[in-house]
C-alpha cells in the first residue's frame, strides 16, 4: 500500500522508455521555468525560492509519489494563503507553516485519508479556485499597469479602492509589455505548443525592455540579484507561539496541496488507464513539504497543466518527473543570474493567465445549474475566499462538505460505489485496466472514475487544451459511473461540443442503466449516436478500428442498449 510507484514501474524500464522520459522530463522542465519563478513572486518571497521549490519538491513527489506522471511544483492554488502567512509571519513563518502543513499530509497519508479527500463536494472546490482565482488576477493589477503604491492593502475591496486613486500614475510602458506579453501567451499556442507561450513572451519582453532600456520595473529592482545555485539545507527558527498561531493556515496549506494533488492524480489517471496510490501521494506531497523547506522553498503539490504536458509529450514513469526537477536546477545554475532581468509586467500577464484558467467560469456558470444546495455551497465558499479569508472558506467549505456529503449518502442506493473508492488499489489489481489492451494510434482513452468524475470530467477538458493535434476518436469509459446528474451531463455535453468542433469521433464504453437513461431524457443519446455506445471497452476499441480502417481484433459485439432492457 505504501510503495512507491517508482520501485513499482522499475521493471518496465527500457533504453527507447527510458529515453522518451527524458525527452517529456526536459520538456516540462521548460513549461514549469516561468510559472516557479511567477508563483514564487507571487507569493511574497524572491524568485529563486519557487526554482528551488520546483527542483527539490518536484524530484521527491515523483521519487516517493504514488502517481505515475504527478508533476510536483508551487501553484497558484497558494498564493493568497501564502502570500498572508508572509505578511504577518515573515519568510520564517512560511517555512514554518509549510513543514507543519508537509506532517500533516503525512499523517492524512498513514492514516489512509486519501480516498476520502475524492468526496470532498465540487462545487466546495471550485468555489474556493474560482475565488483564490479572483484574487490572484486582483494582486497583479499594480505590475501590469505600473501604478505607484507603496503598500497594496490585503483586502479585496480595499486593495480596488487603491487601485482607483493611484490609476493617474500608470505607466503606460508597463502596460504596454505586460499587454504583449498577453498576447504572446495567447497566440502562441498557433505556432507552436511545444515552447510554451509563458517562456516565450519572458524572453521577447526581457530582450525589449533591456535592449531599449525601458523603466519598467524588473526583478533585479525589486528583489536585487538572485542567487543561481541550491543553499545548504538549515532549519528554520521554531518558536512555539508562532506554531499555534500557524496551525491553522497550515492546515489549509495541507487540504489545498491533497485537493490538487489528488485531482491532478485523477485526471492522468484517466488519461493514461493507469490508477494512482492516493495514500503514498498524500506522503510523498508530505515529505516534499517537509524538506523542501529546509532549501529555503515554498509548498509544492501536484501541478495539473504540467502533468498533462508530461502525459501529452510521452511521459509514463516517475522518471520524467525526475528529470523535470534535474533540468530546471541545469536551467537555474547555468543561466538564473539572467533572470533578474525579466520585467515585472510579463509575470504579472503569466499570473493573470493563470487566474483565467483557474477561474473555471464555464463550470460555475453550469453549478449554477444545479440543485439550489449546490449552489449554495458553491456561492458560500466563493464569497468567503473573495471577500474575507482563504482560511475561513476552506473551514466553511469542509463543514458544508460533510454536510451535502450526509445528504448525497442518504440519497445513494448503491454502497458499493463508496467502499470500492475507497480502497485504494494499484492498477495492476485491476484486470481490465485499458494498459492491458491495444489502443490504436489515433485513438484516446479516458476513464471517468468514481464520485468525484465531475472535477476529473472538467480538468481533463482543461487539460486537452495543451494537445498539439485532437485524437480522430475520443472513448470515454463509464463502467464504474453508476449514477449520473445534471452537472455531468452538462459536462457530457461540453465534451460532445469539442469534439464536433475538433473532427474528434466520441464513443462511450460501459454504459450503465442510470446513466444511459439520462442521457436518453437529456437528448445526448441521440447527439452521441445508438452507434457509438458499447457495453464493454474490447467492443468500443473494435468499433474505432472499424472506423478508422483498421483490422480488428478478436469479435466484435455490437451493443444496442434501449430502454426496454435498461427497464429489466
Same mark, same amino acid.
Given at each position: 500500500?505504501?510503495?512507491? @510507484?517508482?520501485?513499482?514501474?522499475? *521493471?518496465?524500464?527500457?533504453?527507447?522508455?527510458?529515453?522518451?522520459?527524458?525527452?517529456?522530463?526536459?520538456?516540462?522542465?521548460?513549461?514549469?521555468? +516561468?510559472?516557479?519563478?511567477?508563483?514564487?513572486?507571487?507569493?511574497?518571497?524572491?524568485?529563486?525560492?519557487?526554482?528551488?521549490?520546483?527542483?527539490?519538491?518536484?524530484?521527491?513527489?515523483?521519487?516517493?509519489?504514488?502517481?505515475?506522471?504527478?508533476?510536483?511544483?508551487?501553484?497558484?492554488?497558494?498564493?493568497?494563503?501564502?502570500?498572508?502567512?508572509?505578511?504577518?509571519?515573515?519568510?520564517?513563518?512560511?517555512?514554518?507553516?509549510?513543514?507543519?502543513?508537509?506532517?500533516?499530509?503525512?499523517?492524512?497519508?498513514?492514516?489512509?485519508?486519501?480516498?476520502?479527500?475524492?468526496?470532498?463536494?465540487?462545487?466546495?472546490?471550485?468555489?474556493?479556485?474560482?475565488?483564490?482565482?479572483?484574487?490572484?488576477?486582483?494582486?497583479?493589477?499594480?505590475?501590469?499597469?505600473?501604478?505607484?503604491?507603496?503598500?497594496?492593502?490585503?483586502?479585496?475591496?480595499?486593495?480596488?479602492?487603491?487601485?482607483? /486613486?493611484?490609476?493617474?500614475?500608470?505607466?503606460? &510602458?508597463?502596460?504596454?509589455?505586460?499587454?504583449?506579453?498577453?498576447?504572446?501567451?495567447?497566440?502562441?499556442? @498557433?505556432?507552436?505548443?511545444?515552447? +510554451?507561450?509563458?517562456?516565450?513572451?519572458?524572453?521577447?519582453?526581457?530582450?525589449?525592455?533591456?535592449?531599449?532600456?525601458?523603466?519598467?520595473?524588473?526583478?533585479?529592482?525589486?528583489?536585487?540579484?538572485?542567487?543561481?545555485?541550491?543553499?545548504?539545507?538549515?532549519?528554520?527558527?521554531?518558536?512555539?507561539?508562532?506554531? $499555534?498561531?500557524?496551525?491553522?493556515?497550515?492546515?489549509?496549506?495541507?487540504?489545498?496541496?491533497?485537493?490538487?494533488?489528488?485531482?491532478?492524480?485523477?485526471?492522468?489517471?484517466?488519461?493514461?488507464?493507469?490508477?494512482?496510490?492516493?495514500?503514498?501521494?498524500?506522503?510523498?506531497?508530505?515529505?516534499?513539504?517537509?524538506?523542501?523547506?529546509?532549501?529555503?522553498?515554498? *509548498?509544492?503539490?501536484?501541478?495539473?497543466?504540467?502533468?498533462?504536458?508530461?502525459?501529452?509529450?510521452?511521459?509514463?514513469? +516517475?522518471?520524467?518527473?525526475?528529470?523535470?526537477?534535474?533540468?530546471?536546477?541545469?536551467?537555474?545554475?547555468?543561466?538564473?543570474?539572467?533572470?533578474?532581468?525579466?520585467?515585472?509586467?510579463?509575470?504579472?500577464?503569466?499570473?493573470?493567465?493563470?487566474?483565467?484558467?483557474?477561474?473555471?467560469? @464555464?463550470?460555475?456558470?453550469?453549478?449554477?445549474?444545479?440543485? %439550489?444546495?449546490?449552489?449554495?455551497?458553491?456561492?458560500?465558499?466563493?464569497?468567503?475566499?473573495?471577500?474575507?479569508?482563504?482560511?475561513?472558506?476552506?473551514?466553511?467549505?469542509?463543514?458544508?462538505?460533510?454536510?451535502?456529503?450526509?445528504?448525497?449518502?442518504?440519497?445513494?442506493?448503491?454502497?458499493?460505489?463508496?467502499?470500492?473508492?475507497?480502497?485504494?488499489?494499484?492498477?495492476?489489481?485491476?484486470?481490465?485496466?485499458?494498459?492491458?489492451?491495444?489502443?490504436?494510434?489515433?485513438?484516446?482513452?479516458?476513464?471517468?472514475?468514481?464520485?468525484?468524475?465531475?472535477?476529473?470530467? &472538467?480538468?481533463? $477538458?482543461?487539460?486537452?487544451?495543451?494537445?498539439?493535434?485532437?485524437?480522430?476518436?475520443?472513448?470515454?469509459?463509464? $463502467? @464504474?459511473?453508476?449514477?449520473?446528474?445534471?452537472?455531468?451531463?452538462?459536462?457530457? %455535453?461540453?465534451?460532445?461540443?469539442?469534439?464536433?468542433?475538433?473532427?474528434?469521433?466520441?464513443?462511450?464504453?460501459?454504459?450503465?442503466?442510470?446513466?444511459?437513461?439520462?442521457?436518453?431524457?437529456?437528448?445526448?443519446?441521440?447527439?452521441?449516436?445508438?452507434?457509438?455506445?458499447?457495453?464493454?471497452?474490447?467492443?468500443?476499441?473494435?468499433?474505432? /478500428?472499424?472506423?478508422?480502417?483498421?483490422?480488428?481484433?478478436? %469479435?466484435?459485439?455490437?451493443?444496442?442498449?434501449?430502454?426496454?432492457?435498461?427497464?429489466?
Amino acid at each position: 500500500m505504501f510503495k512507491p @510507484k517508482f520501485f513499482s514501474i522499475l *521493471p518496465e524500464l527500457t533504453p527507447d522508455r527510458i529515453a522518451k522520459e527524458i525527452v517529456s522530463g526536459v520538456l516540462v522542465g521548460i513549461v514549469a521555468l +516561468p510559472l516557479a519563478i511567477a508563483f514564487a513572486i507571487a507569493s511574497g518571497v524572491s524568485p529563486e525560492k519557487g526554482l528551488i521549490s520546483a527542483v527539490v519538491g518536484g524530484f521527491i513527489v515523483s521519487f516517493l509519489g504514488g502517481s505515475r506522471v504527478q508533476i510536483g511544483g508551487p501553484t497558484g492554488a497558494f498564493i493568497v494563503i501564502l502570500f498572508g502567512i508572509v505578511q504577518q509571519y515573515g519568510i520564517n513563518g512560511l517555512l514554518l507553516a509549510t513543514i507543519m502543513a508537509g506532517v500533516i499530509l503525512m499523517i492524512m497519508g498513514f492514516a489512509q485519508f486519501g480516498s476520502l479527500i475524492k468526496f470532498i463536494p465540487y462545487p466546495v472546490i471550485v468555489g474556493f479556485t474560482s475565488g483564490i482565482a479572483v484574487i490572484i488576477f486582483s494582486s497583479q493589477m499594480k505590475d501590469f499597469f505600473g501604478l505607484s503604491i507603496d503598500k497594496v492593502p490585503p483586502d479585496f475591496i480595499e486593495k480596488w479602492i487603491a487601485y482607483g /486613486r493611484s490609476l493617474p500614475s500608470f505607466e503606460p &510602458t508597463s502596460l504596454l509589455i505586460g499587454m504583449l506579453a498577453l498576447f504572446i501567451i495567447i497566440f502562441w499556442p @498557433k505556432v507552436s505548443r511545444k515552447i +510554451p507561450g509563458s517562456l516565450v513572451a519572458i524572453v521577447v519582453t526581457t530582450f525589449i525592455v533591456h535592449y531599449f532600456h525601458l523603466g519598467v520595473a524588473t526583478i533585479e529592482s525589486q528583489f536585487g540579484e538572485i542567487p543561481s545555485m541550491i543553499p545548504s539545507p538549515t532549519l528554520p527558527t521554531f518558536d512555539f507561539a508562532t506554531i $499555534r498561531h500557524l496551525l491553522m493556515p497550515a492546515t489549509t496549506i495541507a487540504l489545498l496541496g491533497a485537493i490538487e494533488a489528488l485531482l491532478s492524480a485523477v485526471v492522468s489517471d484517466g488519461m493514461i488507464g493507469s490508477r494512482h496510490k492516493s495514500n503514498m501521494e498524500l506522503i510523498a506531497q508530505g515529505a516534499a513539504n517537509i524538506i523542501t523547506p529546509l532549501f529555503g522553498g515554498i *509548498p509544492v503539490t501536484g501541478a495539473i497543466a504540467r502533468t498533462a504536458t508530461n502525459v501529452k509529450n510521452g511521459g509514463r514513469t +516517475p522518471i520524467s518527473g525526475m528529470i523535470h526537477a534535474v533540468t530546471l536546477l541545469g536551467i537555474m545554475l547555468l543561466f538564473g543570474r539572467w533572470a533578474k532581468l525579466i520585467p515585472m509586467p510579463a509575470l504579472a500577464a503569466i499570473l493573470i493567465i493563470v487566474a483565467w484558467n483557474m477561474s473555471e467560469i @464555464k463550470v460555475f456558470r453550469q453549478l449554477l445549474k444545479s440543485p %439550489r444546495s449546490d449552489v449554495i455551497v458553491l456561492l458560500t465558499t466563493f464569497g468567503l475566499t473573495v471577500i474575507f479569508d482563504l482560511t475561513v472558506a476552506i473551514e466553511i467549505g469542509m463543514l458544508l462538505s460533510v454536510i451535502l456529503f450526509m445528504q448525497r449518502m442518504a440519497q445513494l442506493s448503491n454502497v458499493g460505489v463508496i467502499t470500492q473508492e475507497l480502497k485504494d488499489r494499484d492498477e495492476e489489481d485491476d484486470p481490465n485496466t485499458i494498459v492491458t489492451r491495444a489502443v490504436p494510434d489515433g485513438v484516446e482513452v479516458f476513464e471517468i472514475s468514481g464520485p468525484f468524475f465531475f472535477g476529473a470530467a &472538467t480538468k481533463f $477538458r482543461d487539460a486537452m487544451h495543451v494537445v498539439e493535434k485532437a485524437p480522430k476518436i475520443r472513448i470515454i469509459r463509464m $463502467r @464504474k459511473v453508476l449514477s449520473i446528474d445534471a452537472t455531468g451531463l452538462n459536462m457530457m %455535453r461540453e465534451m460532445q461540443k469539442d469534439c464536433n468542433k475538433s473532427g474528434t469521433k466520441l464513443i462511450l464504453s460501459g454504459v450503465h442503466a442510470q446513466p444511459l437513461f439520462a442521457l436518453q431524457q437529456y437528448g445526448l443519446y441521440d447527439e452521441i449516436g445508438e452507434e457509438n455506445l458499447f457495453g464493454n471497452i474490447d467492443d468500443a476499441l473494435d468499433h474505432a /478500428r472499424e472506423l478508422l480502417g483498421i483490422q480488428k481484433l478478436g %469479435r466484435m459485439q455490437n451493443f444496442t442498449p434501449s430502454v426496454e432492457r435498461e427497464k429489466k
